[in-house]
Every structure is written in structure tokens, then in C-alpha cells.
């Protein structure tokens, strides 16, 4: 395996992976099932570490995968314009119809009297919610986890100017975007996550300076233990002070998040040496399958367990994860074959088998379900 192949299916590896814990982060739960309660003791800890320190590193690690594609070639082989209509068919219309398809769902949900109380309705919203609900315009959109997508494809079209502060102003540009992106309550208008833009401009970083993305393998070990030991301590102190986090507690959560993205690729070079690491690196366009397809179903798994009328919830969590899985694996294979092109669609183009290419680049208000970031 040569350098250029083996950095892409840890790319691949790592996507698949981070996906699949990002889903962690979108498990609904109620007030009476807030992890911060401490109902259910060890498993309450263990949902924290999950979702709000281990796998908060899923999108800014993305984020630098993405931008680190976009110009790993350099400045010279990179075209804008070429850019932009390529982003828009693999990024922009995927989260329009994913996005789409599931505010229509929630409108004929809604109709019928069902799912009242456990998504925004659009039937009460104003025009500017309307607009939030199907473009992500000011706000998280009715498919929480695509607001990933707006923001990627809003960081694609800075791009230009992003590249040209990294060549000329690296430091200076990188600490003012690192310091908004960690500092809590800051705002940054144009995208919803302030860690992207960070992330994707040290992305372009070392796209540009084609730093050796396998230099620190031979520390993988330690990176694995101080990501772990890390995620650990932040979520025990995220268990005691949650769900109203101080100020300080967001300052290292956010931190972390990005911190953790180097934990996480370092962690990726034993695992693709392992057989289950090749075969994850092999997952293809699942994972983005995964991405958009998993929080209408958890939403809709969530809407049927509260009228099962069974109060622990550690069923529902685990039973969640036993059933999306497969639903997802099994629809993805299934429009594949059935139809290929919605499928080509649905993916943004993300047909090709990894052998075949070198990689390329939760807020719902609920009565029941509190607000996901």
C-alpha cells in the first residue's frame, strides 16, 4: 500500500467511525431521561462520554478532512468555479433533498395528528422559521446533523479567501479562527458550528504545506490513551455541572473537540493495520448514508417508544442502535441496487468503491426532546 492509498482509506476508515458516533449525539432523551439527572448512574456517564466529549470530535475532524482534499493538490491545480459546481451536486443538493424529504414527512406527520410535541412544526412557524427549518438559514435545520452540510458548503465558497489568508497569514489566521471557535457564546453569523471553520482552514493548512499526515504514527499509542483519558475527565465534569454548562466547562469542551481530531487520526494507523479497520475503510458511501439518514429515523423510533409506555430508558437506547444500524446498512444496499441513480442522488456522486478512487473530499424544540447540538 503506498502512502497516497494508505492515507485514503484511513481517511475513509476514519469517516465511517466518526459518522457512526456522531449518531451517539443525536439519541433523543426526555426530561425524565436527562442523562444529567443521574437516574441510571454508570450508563447516564457513559451517554456523556459519548455524545458531549468522545465523539464531539466528529466534525471538526470532517471539517479538516475536508478542507485538507480541497487543496491537497495546491493552489495551482485548484479551480473555483469547477469547485463550486462539484460541491454543489455532492454537498448542497444532498442536504436540500435529505433535508427536504424529512420536512415533508414531519408536514404529513403533523396533518395526521402524529408526532405533535416531538418536531418543530412548520404548520406554526413563520416565514423566517420556514426558512430555518428547510435552508439552515439562521438555525440548526428539521434534519439537525445536515447543518454540517450548510456549513461545509458555506466554508467551500470562502475558500479562495481562506487559501490566501493561510498562505500569506497561517499563525495569525489560524489563532483568531481558533480562538472564536473555543471561546463559549461567541458568534459567528455565517456558519452554525464555529469549530468548522476553524477545522477546514487547517485543513487547507496542510493541504498547502503538504504536512506529513503520517509523522506522529509512531506516538499512536499515546494519543489513543491522552484522547481517551481526556474525553473521560471532560465528561465527569460535564456529568457534575451539565446540562447548564459554565463557561469554562464550554471553553474545554470546545477545545477538546478540536484537540481530539488529532487523537482520533493518530488512533486511525494501528486501526487500518487491523482487519475490521480495512473493512470500515471499505464502507464507501454508507457512511454518508448514515450521516443523513439517521436522525429521522431515531426521531421516529423515539415518537413510537413514547407511545410503548415503558420508562427505562437504557431499552430504548441500546434497542435504537440495534435497530438503525441495520435499517441503514439494508436501505443503503437496497436503493443502490434497486435504484442506482437516486442513489448517485441521495450520495452526492459517492458511488465509487474506495478501491476504485482515492478519497475526496442537535437543536429540535420538543416538549420531549431537549435541545441537540
Same mark, same amino acid.
Given at each position: 500500500m503506498n502512502v497516497d492509498t494508505k492515507v485514503s482509506s484511513r481517511i475513509n476508515l476514519m469517516r465511517i467511525v466518526l459518522i457512526s458516533g456522531i449518531v451517539f449525539v443525536h439519541i433523543p432523551f426526555g426530561d425524565q431521561s436527562s442523562p444529567f439527572i443521574g437516574t441510571y448512574g454508570a450508563f447516564d456517564w457513559l451517554r456523556v462520554f459519548l455524545a458531549e466529549a468522545l465523539f464531539r470530535v466528529g466534525v471538526p475532524c470532517l471539517s479538516a478532512i475536508s478542507g485538507y482534499l480541497l487543496f491537497r493538490g495546491g493552489l495551482? +491545480?485548484?479551480?473555483?468555479?469547477?469547485?463550486?459546481?462539484?460541491?454543489?451536486?455532492?454537498?448542497?443538493?444532498?442536504?436540500?433533498?435529505? +433535508?427536504?424529504v424529512f420536512f415533508l414527512a414531519i408536514l404529513l406527520a403533523l396533518g395526521l395528528g402524529l408526532g405533535d410535541g416531538y418536531v418543530p412544526s412548520p404548520w406554526q412557524a413563520t416565514a423566517r422559521e420556514l426558512m430555518t427549518q428547510l435552508f439552515a438559514v439562521e438555525d440548526f435545520p428539521v434534519n439537525v446533523p445536515l447543518y454540517f452540510l450548510r456549513d461545509l458548503f458555506v466554508c467551500i465558497l470562502l475558500s479562495p479567501l481562506l487559501a490566501w489568508l493561510i498562505r500569506r497569514m497561517p499563525l495569525l489566521t489560524l489563532t483568531v479562527l481558533l480562538v472564536i471557535a473555543v471561546v463559549p457564546e461567541a458568534s459567528l453569523y455565517i456558519v452554525l458550528k464555529r469549530s468548522i471553520l476553524f477545522s477546514f482552514s487547517l485543513g487547507i493548512y496542510i493541504g498547502l504545506n503538504k504536512v506529513d499526515l503520517k509523522a506522529l504514527d509512531r506516538f499512536a499509542s499515546l494519543g489513543a490513551v491522552l484522547l481517551l483519558g481526556s474525553c473521560a475527565a471532560l465528561a465527569t465534569v460535564i456529568y457534575m455541572t451539565g446540562p447548564s454548562l459554565p463557561d469554562w466547562v464550554q471553553f474545554l469542551r470546545n477545545t477538546l473537540a478540536i484537540a481530539g481530531a488529532l487523537g482520533f487520526w493518530m488512533l486511525s494507523a494501528p486501526l487500518i493495520e487491523t482487519q475490521i479497520g480495512q473493512r470500515l475503510s471499505k464502507t464507501g458511501s454508507l457512511s454518508f448514508w448514515i450521516f443523513c439518514g439517521h436522525y429521522p429515523l431515531l426521531i421516529l423510533m423515539w415518537i413510537v417508544w413514547g407511545k410503548v409506555g415503558v420508562s427505562f430508558y437504557p431499552i430504548f437506547f441500546i434497542l435504537s442502535l440495534a435497530v438503525l444500524f441495520p435499517i441503514l446498512v439494508a436501505t443503503n444496499s437496497l436503493c443502490r441496487k434497486i435504484a442506482p441513480r437516486l442513489y448517485a442522488v441521495?450520495?452526492?456522486?459517492?458511488?465509487?468503491?474506495?478501491?476504485?478512487?482515492?478519497?475526496?473530499?442537535g437543536n429540535i424544540s420538543s416538549k420531549l426532546i431537549p435541545q441537540q447540538r
Open positions: 495551482e +491545480n485548484f479551480s473555483y468555479l469547477r469547485t463550486i459546481r462539484t460541491k454543489s451536486q455532492t454537498v448542497l443538493l444532498p442536504f436540500l433533498l435529505w +433535508n427536504g441521495l450520495t452526492g456522486g459517492r458511488t465509487k468503491k474506495p478501491s476504485e478512487k482515492t478519497a475526496s473530499a
